[in-house]
């Protein structure tokens, strides 16, 4: 396959990082993989957006910024033109489920990702799948928790139907941050106990990481929508 063939087959991905030095290292990061294709840079959401029109990218990867109202508006406009994954540091990953509801499919936060999740979130992104890091999946479930319950006992719909009492039990301590030491200490098992049971839930719910079995987990509600159902659709997708 020649270079041309990889470029055309390759997730096209424009970066929006107001800082230089990390927009640079983000594009670094991203060239280094040749299942992206960095096709623009910005370093405001006025020209991320032209460059969105212009270079029709499939991800955008977007740091909200430090002005977080600035953030949201541009990840609304950009989510109407394509994917977004936003990027946050830790003062701003308690809006997590904001964003998503905003227009994000996937949300890192800064100094909790390597290079290899950058790229595997900008894939799981291309597809709609959504991507969280640990920091922003344990903010997501506090927000939800502090809010009022709209729903009846433990979910029981879809994939998460098929795990057992117990590992509903690990599963509900799991989307709350605890670690496998916590979940072992509360539910008086061992360690290596809840491992098993995490292992099990992770091949029942098809998936590979904590970010994603919470994902899943928090959008299982009967009745219930998962949180990155609800972004406005953009146009022609």
């Excluded at 424009?14 to 060239?31: M, P």
């Excluded at 994917?83 to 509801?101: E, G, I, K, M, W």
């Excluded at 979130?121 to 799948?129: D, E, H, I, L, N």
Aim: proline share 3%; charged share 20%.
């Amino acid at each position: 396959m020649n270079a041309d063939e990889v470029g055309a087959q390759a997730v096209r991905v424009l970066v929006v990082e107001d800082d230089l030095v990390i927009r640079h290292g983000l594009i670094s990061l991203l060239r280094n993989d040749g299942r992206t294709l960095v096709v623009g840079e910005a370093q405001n959401w006025r020209h991320a957006v032209a460059l969105a029109q212009l270079r029709s990218p499939s991800v955008v990867v977007l740091n909200l910024g430090v002005s977080l109202l600035d953030g949201m508006q541009a990840l609304a406009e950009l989510s109407q033109l394509c994917r977004v994954l936003a990027l946050a540091d830790d003062s701003t990953a308690f809006d997590v489920d904001q964003a998503l509801r905003v227009g994000a499919t996937g949300y890192l936060v800064h100094r909790q990702f390597s290079a290899v999740e950058l790229v595997t979130a900008v894939m799981a992104t291309a597809q709609g799948k959504p991507h969280l890091s640990p920091g922003a999946v344990v903010a997501l479930a506090q927000r939800l928790q502090a809010a009022p319950s709209t729903r009846s006992g433990l979910p029981r719909g879809g994939r998460v139907g098929s795990l057992s009492r117990r590992e509903l039990e690990v599963m509900d301590h799991i989307a709350r941050g605890r670690s496998n030491s916590d979940i072992a200490q509360t539910l008086f098992l061992s360690e290596k106990t809840v491992k098993n049971h995490v292992n099990r839930i992770y091949t029942k719910l098809q998936v590979h990481s904590r970010a994603a079995a919470v994902s899943l987990w928090l959008g299982a509600g009967a009745g219930a929508e998962p949180l990155w159902a609800l972004r406005v659709d953009p146009v022609g997708r």
